[in-house]
């Protein structure tokens, strides 16, 4: 079989930036499953989940964790999505299912392992002492007995200084919900740290230290 | 929150986490690069995994019918598995573990603690310590005073934890010794063998540690030095040039020969080509970045050694100069490391890094040898100039504290008095306000 050569000169094409995109027509090649699709979401939304999880967790690395878990379960779901305009809501559902998932999954490991849920919270602080490092842990601990939404909600308003209304748009829930949320989730958490002696004289021995 | 919670407990432990979560930096654009390849490889896996669904349908089937045959008699296996599971179980000998995991001494010996899978520890007497927490992975201890060496046998899933003082050291398999005196706030960790990772109030964040290696943190000083315990011997900065402005030259830096082997050859980045056309023939800083972090500084030097001072610091990217700076000051090369942030000054002048290395260059001022009236002078004139360029940046309430210390030492506490009303104003609760605090209350 003859060869034939082309005179067509070859041209390096670099590939067409995806910046201009809307997230609706984003969330349709989603849907469609296009391949550079998931990417341009993982760059667009990552940084909200990680944010998101972080507040909620404590913790970078678990928090590394879940937006790998979360944007693995978007790519068997992304066919699911039925409104391509809400693809923001879509992710932050996604997060939250996830971070309640991770909640179980805790309390099932406390169970196998005979240790409280708290002791399996890996929390850093570069700075903070071992006492603060120790409270941080129990308030994290408290933290995960709220409900997925009451806590994402308490840790976007009071961890990540959001206002009611951005905390709204980034759960994708009215404003009034969010507030109903908050205010669970602060008299849960004032209930139940009153109960909890050990943590309340943490609390006060550093209190007293530093006004000594 | 509403005024009526305003100093309630729920409110201090808000702020707390808050403060936590303020360290965490967002995930910088080669982190999202790099945690991307890991879930897309997982997204392909997902996407092979539904193709041969069929077949593994099929292959399930046979499974169930062979286990059917042959699993009923290994049930009694399971309780094994989940043995495996269970936390570790532990022997303490010269000692007691009271309420809230205290280690109490029972006499004048040391505390002996051997746990089921290996792993050895002993705290030397008078230590302080705590028993945090013990699962299936390992435990996490935190010493709150005094020295214990650890023995710990590797596993791929050890996952042990050691709080000591602000750092936290993590470690898998290795033998190393640890100490933390908390009134000096010395930190002080030998590693025989093996390799920890080390996050704490230290410039870099984690400093990885490697066998051989010593790393001592002296928090008041901010002086963080990483030796070779077979060479090197006590930690100090040693061989520091004269405190000066001037755009760095070899003459101050030449604190160590030049080796006269030929250089090894590198990976040829695109970066690295260009650097050659522009005449730095034997330059290369390619992977300093990472070379720092995985604690190879003597690489670092040896490039900087073959390629020469001058060359290196007139070609290296802003981000070789600061990583050619952390490894110079964690060796002990202060007059190198002063040179190569004068250069980040010099050469990359405006941007947030050149005002992070006059950060940089205060702190080395402060931890240098010498006449200390003058280090101390041009220590503040350091910070002033990062105050100046980065009133709110990463390292202003760092560089506010140091420089009402050091206005402390130069002037004495009056003099000292409006930066501390200064430092509580803008960093209430930052880790200079107890002496902010105890500045205002001078008599």
Redesign the interface.
């Known amino acids: 079989m003859p060869i034939r050569s082309s005179h067509i000169p070859l041209a390096l094409v670099s590939s067409p930036s995806r910046d201009h995109l809307s997230d609706t027509e984003l969330a349709r090649a989603l849907i469609a499953g296009a391949g550079w699709a998931y990417e341009e979401t993982w760059n667009r939304f990552a940084p909200t989940v990680f944010n998101m999880a972080v507040s909620a967790l404590g913790s970078p690395s678990e928090a590394e964790d879940i937006v790998q878990e979360v944007f693995c379960r978007l790519a068997r779901k992304a066919k699911t999505l039925r409104k391509p305009e809400c693809l923001r809501s879509f992710i932050v559902s996604f997060a939250i299912r996830v971070l309640k998932w991770d909640s179980r999954r805790r309390r099932l490991q406390s169970w196998l392992t005979f240790l409280p849920a708290e002791s399996l919270t890996d929390v850093v602080g570069f700075s903070l002492d071992v006492e603060s490092r120790d409270m941080l842990q129990r308030f994290y601990a408290l933290l995960s007995r709220l409900d997925a939404r009451e806590r994402i909600v308490y840790a976007l308003r009071h961890i990540e200084s959001m206002t009611i209304e951005e905390t709204a748009e980034a759960m994708d829930l009215s404003v009034s919900t969010v507030k109903r949320l908050q205010e669970r989730a602060t008299e849960r958490l004032a209930k139940w740290l009153e109960s909890d002696f050990e943590l309340t004289s943490l609390l006060r021995r550093k209190r007293g230290c530093h006004e000594a | 929150?509403d005024e009526s919670?305003a100093s309630?407990?729920?409110d201090?432990?808000?702020h707390?986490?808050?403060?936590?979560?303020c360290?965490?930096p967002?995930?910088t654009p080669a982190e999202?690069d790099s945690?991307?390849s890991?879930?897309?490889t997982?997204?392909a896996l997902?996407k092979s995994r539904r193709r041969s669904r069929v077949r593994l349908a099929m292959v399930g089937a046979v499974a169930t019918a062979v286990v059917a045959a042959w699993g009923i008699p290994k049930i009694g296996r399971l309780p094994e598995r989940?043995s495996t599971?269970?936390?570790l179980t532990y022997n303490i000998e010269g000692g007691t573990v009271v309420e809230g995991g205290y280690l109490r001494e029972s006499g004048a010996e040391a505390i002996k603690l051997r746990f089921s899978e290996g792993t050895k520890l002993v705290l030397t007497p008078g230590t302080r310590a705590r028993l945090?927490?013990?699962?299936?992975t390992g435990a996490?201890i935190?010493i709150?005073h005094g020295t214990t060496s650890f023995q710990v046998t590797p596993r791929t899933e050890a996952k042990w934890?050691v709080?000591v003082?602000?750092f936290?050291v993590t470690v898998k398999g290795t033998v190393f010794t640890v100490s933390w005196d908390a009134v000096k706030e010395h930190f002080d960790l030998k590693l025989q063998r093996g390799e920890v990772s080390v996050?704490?109030?230290i410039s870099t964040?984690e400093i990885s540690v490697k066998t051989g290696q010593r790393l001592v943190v002296n928090l008041p000083k901010k002086e963080t030095v990483i030796t070779e315990e077979d060479g090197e011997g006590e930690p100090g900065w040693a061989g520091a040039p004269v405190p000066g402005t001037a755009i760095p030259t070899e003459s101050p830096i030449q604190d160590r020969p030049t080796p006269t082997a030929s250089r090894p050859s590198n990976r040829n980045s695109g970066m690295a080509s260009e650097r050659r056309t522009l005449g730095a023939k034997s330059f290369t800083g390619q992977g300093w970045v990472e070379a720092v972090a995985a604690g190879q500084w003597d690489r670092v030097l040896a490039d900087v050694d073959r390629a020469g001072v001058k060359q290196t610091l007139s070609h290296a990217s802003s981000e070789e100069l600061l990583a050619l700076a952390d490894a110079a000051r964690y060796r002990r090369r202060t007059g190198l490391a002063r040179s190569a942030l004068l250069a980040e000054r010099h050469r990359f002048a405006g941007s947030p890094s050149a005002l992070d290395a006059a950060f940089l260059l205060g702190r080395l001022e402060e931890s240098r040898p010498g006449e200390r009236q003058g280090q101390m002078v041009e220590a503040v004139r350091w910070y002033d100039a990062y105050l100046a360029g980065a009133p709110s940046g990463p390292y202003a309430s760092e560089a506010l504290g140091r420089k009402m210390m050091a206005t402390k030492q130069l002037r004495g506490a009056p003099e000292a008095n409006s930066l501390a009303r200064e430092y509580l104003r803008r960093f209430p609760t930052g880790?200079y306000a107890?002496a902010a605090r105890a500045l205002l209350h001078y008599p």
């Open positions: 929150m919670r309630s407990p729920l201090e432990l808000t707390l986490a808050r403060e936590a979560r360290q965490v967002a995930l999202l945690h991307w890991l879930v897309s997982q997204i997902q989940a599971q269970a936390a945090r927490t013990v699962n299936s996490r935190a709150e934890q709080d003082g602000p936290l996050t704490g109030p964040g880790s107890g």
